[in-house]
């Protein structure tokens, strides 16, 4: 029936029809959001030289998503991007960086403008620039997925709000380690 009345609501043109379920598909997954996780999984990947490898616990609502293929898959997506990543994450989200390390990075970025002779009212918008562009590096959710060839233009964040409009409950990634040779 949701077809039908977006087909209406399109006007009968069916690539609006689609763009207003997908609408709805977010809204009602943004409605989910703050609904408990408390079943998923651990997925984990290595890579094929041995060298790198990747944890990533994988939340959802019930024990019957976790199982479920499109899950697993995403959850090993993830781990893939994180162990292949050219700018390896270090925060699941842009929320979870400290404002402490925030603030510094602000500093260091704001020293570099400085030392360039810019003026002030462009320097405080180069480092805004600067520290958005950096919370998307270091954030797992606002990194485009490394597999371009299947995911463009795609982050981490599009594919996991893709898979709980699809499943119909709240997706999290809870956390993620990543192991290298020879590092930490």
């Known amino acids: ?58 939340q959802c609502e019930t024990d019957f998503v976790a199982r479920g293929d499109e899950f ?6 993830v781990a893939i991007h994180i162990a292949g990543a050219p700018s390896p994450p270090v925060f699941v989200s842009a929320e979870e960086i400290p404002d402490e390390l925030r603030e510094a990075e602000r500093r260091v970025f704001e020293a570099k403008a400085r030392e360039e002779g810019k003026p002030d009212d462009v320097v405080a918008k180069i480092v805004e620039g600067q520290v958005s562009k950096w919370s998307r590096e270091v954030a797992l959710l606002e990194q485009e997925h490394v597999r371009s060839d299947r995911y463009e233009g795609q982050t981490i964040e599009d594919l996991r709000a893709q898979l709980a409009a699809k499943t119909g409950e709240n997706i999290r990634i809870a956390r993620f380690a990543r192991f290298v040779v020879g590092e930490g």
């Not at 609006?16 to 408390?38: N, P």
């Not at 697993?72 to 997506?77: G, L, T, Y």
């Open 72 to 77: 697993v898959q995403f959850a090993r997506e």
């Open 1 to 58: 029936m949701d077809c039908k009345a977006a087909l209406a609501e399109a006007g009968g043109d069916v690539d609006k029809a689609i763009e207003v379920l997908r609408i709805k598909g977010q809204a009602s997954a943004a409605k989910r959001s703050g609904r408990a996780t408390s079943e998923g999984i651990v997925a984990s990947y290595i890579h094929a030289t041995g060298r790198v490898g990747v944890l990533v616990e994988v």
